[in-house]
T-cell receptor
C-alpha cells in the first residue's frame, strides 16, 4: 500500500516551453502533497505544499508563477514548469500524505528528471 | 527551525566492511520523529526507518542498525558487512514542527567497492 506515482519519469523539453508533471496517490487519498526539487549531488529542497482544493503554499525563493501547482483531487497534484529554462533542469520529487495517516507520514514518488535544452 | 547535518559527504568502503553514517539534528520540539532514506542511482527514495524521540533503544534490521542518542542529538546508521548494492546516497530527515515539511540532511554518498 501507500504508493505514489509520478508521470513522466523523465522529460526533455526545449527552452521556453512548458512541461507538466503529475503526482498520483494510487491507493490512498492525499489531502496534502509536497513538491521537492533536487539538483545534482544536492539534497531535496521543498518547493511547495499543496492542499486539495486550495492554493499551494510556496517556499521562499520559489516563483509561483513559474511553478504552477494544481491539486484538484484527493489523488492528483500537478506541477507545471512554465517557460522552462536550462537552470530548471532538475529532479522533481513529489510526496503525499495519507489523509487517514499521521502528520509526519509522507510517501514519496519515484521522481521526474527534467532536462531543458 | 529544524536542521539536519550529515558531516560525511562521501564515504568509500570495500565490500564486507562495516560503515557508519552520522546524522546530527537540531529541533526545539520535545517530541519528534527521525527518518533515514536511501536514494540509489535510480533516484527513488527508499524508506529505511522511522524513529520516535520517545524511544531511545537501538534498532537492528538485518545488516542495518541505528543508534539514537538524544543527549547528543544524533541518529547514526550502521551497515554491517556492506555490499555493492548498498551504494547509494543516504539521507537523514526530520519533519518540521507541524509534521509537514521534511527537512533533509545534505546526504552521504556511500560507495561500496567490490
Amino acid at each position: 500500500g501507500a504508493v505514489v506515482s509520478q508521470h513522466p519519469s523523465w522529460v526533455i523539453c526545449k527552452s521556453g516551453t512548458s512541461v507538466k508533471i503529475e503526482c498520483r496517490s494510487l491507493d490512498f487519498q492525499a489531502t496534502t502533497m509536497f513538491w521537492y526539487r533536487q539538483f545534482p549531488k544536492q539534497s531535496l529542497m521543498l518547493m511547495a505544499t499543496s492542499n486539495e482544493g486550495s492554493k499551494a503554499t510556496y517556499e521562499q525563493g520559489v516563483e509561483k508563477d513559474k511553478f504552477l501547482i494544481n491539486h484538484a483531487s484527493l489523488t492528483l497534484s500537478t506541477l507545471t514548469v512554465t517557460s522552462a529554462h536550462p537552470e530548471d533542469s532538475s529532479f522533481y520529487i513529489c510526496s503525499a500524505r495519507d489523509r487517514a495517516g499521521a502528520l509526519y507520514e509522507q510517501y514519496f514518488g519515484p521522481g521526474t528528471r527534467l532536462t531543458v535544452t | 527551525a529544524q536542521k539536519v547535518t550529515q558531516a560525511q559527504t562521501e564515504i568509500s568502503v570495500v565490500e564486507k566492511e562495516d560503515v557508519t553514517l552520522d546524522c546530527v539534528y537540531e529541533t526545539r520540539d520535545t517530541t519528534y520523529y527521525l527518518f533515514w532514506y536511501k536514494q540509489p542511482p535510480s533516484g527513488e527514495l527508499v524508506f529505511l526507518i522511522r524513529r520516535n524521540s520517545f524511544d531511545e533503544q537501538n534498532e537492528i534490521s538485518g545488516r542495518y542498525s541505528w543508534n539514537f542518542q538524544k543527549s547528543t542529538s544524533s541518529f547514526n546508521f550502521t551497515i554491517t558487512a556492506s555490499q555493492v548494492v548498498d551504494s547509494a546516497v543516504y539521507f537523514c530527515a526530520l519533519p518540521d514542527n507541524y509534521g509537514q515539511n521534511f527537512v533533509f540532511g545534505p546526504g552521504t554518498r556511500l560507495s561500496v567497492l567490490p
